[in-house]
């Protein structure tokens, strides 16, 4: 490969006209093979670059930079938590559990005590219940009625 046209472009400075003309002709066959109906029947020519291969690397690589910032710009952005703003946050949560806990047993505190008073309640009107029962215990005429209400009555609470 020593001989090859790569060797023998790399190694020449200076292109001949009739090697532009060869180039352009391939091109335009080239185009010819996949030009669409509504592009030119002429070859675009190629943009010429006057830059060095140094610049068009060196652009190229800042270009890839900044997209890499872009992408990670709102990562950077979010810090993490101080000590101070850590033990500020811990503090808070545990006011806020602490005033849970306290709301939890109020709630149970009264929920006791609107038992308890429901079971007074209860126990109060069967005593009023019992009382006027004792009254009409004293009829001797339907003692076996009496007798089996009174069982009923002790056997079913009210609740």
């Known amino acids: 490969m020593a001989g090859s046209e790569g060797d023998f472009v790399i190694n ?17 066959e080239e185009w010819e093979k996949v030009r669409k109906p509504e592009d030119p029947e002429e070859c675009p020519e190629e ?8 610049e068009k ?6 270009k890839k930079q900044q997209e890499y910032e872009e992408q990670f ?6 810090r993490g938590l101080e000590e101070d703003e850590t033990a500020f946050l811990d503090e808070v949560s545990r006011k806020q559990e602490m005033l849970e806990k306290e ?21 109060s009107t069967e005593h009023k219940k019992r009382e006027p029962e004792k009254k009409t215990v004293a009829k001797p005429p339907d003692t076996k009625k009496l007798s089996q ?11």
């Open 12 to 28: 020449k400075k200076f292109v001949t006209e009739s090697e532009l003309e060869e180039k352009r002709k391939k091109r335009q």
């Open 73 to 78: 710009k709102f990562k950077n952005m979010v």
């Open 149 to 159: 209400s009174k069982l009923l009555a002790g056997a079913v609470r009210h609740r």
């Open 47 to 54: 943009v010429y670059d006057p830059r060095s291969l140094y």
């Open 103 to 123: 709301r939890r047993e109020e709630e149970k505190k009264e929920l006791n005590e609107f038992r308890n008073a429901l079971t007074i309640a209860a126990t």
């Open 57 to 62: 690397l060196q652009e190229q690589k800042e």
